[in-house]
């Protein structure tokens, strides 16, 4: 199989089901930033591999970075037609558990906030902090979506994506802490 297919050349895409859109279509907006941002992430899991106590934080970036790649797959599915087919690509109340006892597990081991703090740090602190808004704008093009279709995906998705920026706050506070950067308060 080629990795080109030349479908695309005319400035539309392939959805599940077979449905072709615009590549300017909210959707794919939508879907492309989730894409973005598991790239970001896998960028970010990479330099936790240096990073002082990088294991446990890039273990939870890989789980995530498979959510993410579920996430996407049901925002390429207008019809829903994958949710009853693929179980990996399920997302649901046990996944924004799991993303709510990361967070509750590393805010444990922070010193609480008394000010907002600048975004940076050590790299992958830093990088978890750039992870963070490119969350914020995926969730901002999923509300896009729903303007325009209120079925557009399941509720559970916006839920996830809202956890997941908080997780990623923490966790680049976390990584920050644990490379020895102090927080710079604004």
Same mark, same amino acid.
């Given at each position: 199989?080629?990795?080109?297919?030349?479908?695309g050349?005319?400035?539309?895409?392939?959805?599940?089901?077979?449905?072709?859109?615009?590549?300017?279509?909210?959707?794919?907006?939508?879907?492309?930033?989730?894409?973005?941002?598991?790239?970001?992430?896998?960028?970010?899991?990479?330099?936790?591999?240096?990073?002082?106590?990088?294991a446990?934080?890039?273990?939870?970036?890989?789980?995530?970075?498979?959510?993410?790649?579920?996430?996407? *797959?049901? =925002?390429?599915?207008? *019809?829903?037609?994958?949710?009853?087919?693929?179980?990996? @690509?399920?997302?649901?109340?046990?996944?924004?558990?799991?993303?709510?006892?990361?967070?509750?597990?590393?805010?444990?081991?922070?010193? @609480?906030?008394?000010?907002?703090?600048?975004?940076?740090?050590?790299?992958?602190?830093?990088?978890?902090?750039?992870g963070?808004?490119?969350?914020?704008?995926?969730?901002?093009?999923?509300?896009? =979506?729903?303007?325009?279709?209120?079925?557009a995906?399941?509720?559970?998705? =916006?839920?996830?994506?809202?956890?997941? *920026?908080?997780?990623?706050?923490?966790?680049?506070?976390?990584?920050?802490?644990?490379?020895?950067?102090?927080?710079?308060?604004?």
């Amino acid at each position: 199989m080629k990795i080109y297919t030349k479908t695309g050349d005319s400035g539309d895409t392939g959805l599940f089901g077979g449905m072709r859109v615009s590549k300017a279509d909210p959707r794919v907006a939508a879907y492309g930033d989730v894409d973005e941002l598991n790239a970001w992430l896998g960028l970010t899991r990479a330099s936790l591999a240096e990073a002082p106590d990088g294991a446990e934080l890039a273990t939870m970036l890989e789980r995530i970075q498979r959510d993410l790649f579920a996430l996407g *797959s049901r =925002l390429a599915d207008p *019809s829903h037609k994958i949710a009853g087919r693929v179980t990996k @690509a399920a997302i649901g109340a046990a996944d924004i558990a799991r993303l709510e006892g990361w967070i509750d597990q590393l805010e444990a081991q922070l010193p @609480a906030l008394t000010r907002f703090i600048l975004p940076g740090g050590a790299a992958p602190g830093a990088s978890l902090h750039v992870g963070r808004t490119i969350c914020r704008r995926a969730e901002r093009a999923m509300v896009s =979506l729903l303007h325009g279709d209120r079925n557009a995906f399941e509720s559970e998705l =916006l839920v996830y994506m809202n956890r997941l *920026s908080d997780l990623l706050f923490v966790m680049a506070r976390s990584a920050n802490r644990r490379a020895g950067t102090q927080e710079i308060e604004w």
